[in-house]
T-cell receptor, first 114, second 109 residues
Framework: DTGVSQNPRHKITKRGQNVTFRCDPISEHNRLYWYRQTLGQGPEFLTYFQNEAQLEKSRLLSDRFSAERPKGSFSTLEIQRTEQGDSAMYLC????????????FGPGTRLTVT | RKEVEQDPGPFNVPEGATVAFNCTYSNSASQSFFWYRQDCRKEPKLLMSVYSSGNEDGRFTAQLNRASQYISLLIRDSKLSDSATYLCVVTLRGNQFYFGTGTSLTVIP
């Protein structure tokens, strides 16, 4: 399978715990995006990387959230001190370049904070 | 104010019908426009880009009106397999992609 993969697919955690998600983009894609989607809403942009550089972060991304893409390949999204409001589907997407290029989405990681 | 507004629907139409969705965007500096499709419990997938002159892909036609800041999607001869949520997407500064809430379509036999 050469598509975007995300792990884990589901995560249940207790409030206050830290969680980390991983995204493996399509190998030749240099752009990688993170989104959050809640029921009945479209994906909300969180952040994106051009290779290993994190170039933009949404104001939605509080200081409890951090993302990395250390070697310009896979990326991780960590949420510290999780809150119930963090419960959502976290989607990763990758593309060959900028806005004119199609984004390919992974299946997402569904986070439930109890 | 949200960057992108869509009528969430739901739209329930019979097979063979023509259905149209509209989407408005708030920032006149928005640069690129797309329609994505999202099936239930699946990830979004690109349906089509939207070009200034309008564009067609089979039964699907997309239009852009920059003066009024809206884009539209027309689906002709609806199929059962068209049932999905259709997401309007605009980009700003080429970096941030803003998705609408999506419009739900159910095509009824």
């Amino acid at each position: 399978d050469t598509g975007v993969s995300q792990n884990p697919r589901h995560k249940i955690t207790k409030r206050g715990q830290n969680v980390t998600f991983r995204c493996d983009p399509i190998s030749e894609h240099n752009r990688l995006y993170w989104y959050r989607q809640t029921l009945g809403q479209g994906p909300e942009f969180l952040t994106y990387f051009q290779n290993e550089a994190q170039l933009e972060k949404s104001r939605l991304l509080s200081d409890r959230f951090s993302a990395e893409r250390p070697k310009g390949s896979f990326s991780t999204l960590e949420i510290q001190r999780t809150e119930q409001g963090d419960s959502a589907m976290y989607l990763c997407a990758s593309s060959l370049g900028g806005e004119l290029y199609e984004q390919y989405f992974g299946p997402g990681t569904r986070l439930t904070v109890t | 104010r949200k960057e992108v507004e869509q009528d969430p629907g739901p739209f329930n139409v019979p097979e063979g019908a023509t259905v149209a969705f509209n989407c408005t965007y708030s920032n006149s500096a928005s640069q690129s426009f797309f329609w994505y499709r999202q099936d239930c419990r699946k990830e979004p997938k690109l349906l089509m880009s939207v070009y200034s002159s309008g564009n067609e892909d089979g039964r699907f036609t997309a239009q852009l009106n920059r003066a009024s800041q809206y884009i539209s999607l027309l689906i002709r001869d609806s199929k059962l397999s068209d049932s999905a949520t259709y997401l309007c997407v605009v980009t700003l500064r080429g970096n941030q992609f803003y998705f609408g809430t999506g419009t739900s379509l159910t095509v009824i036999p």
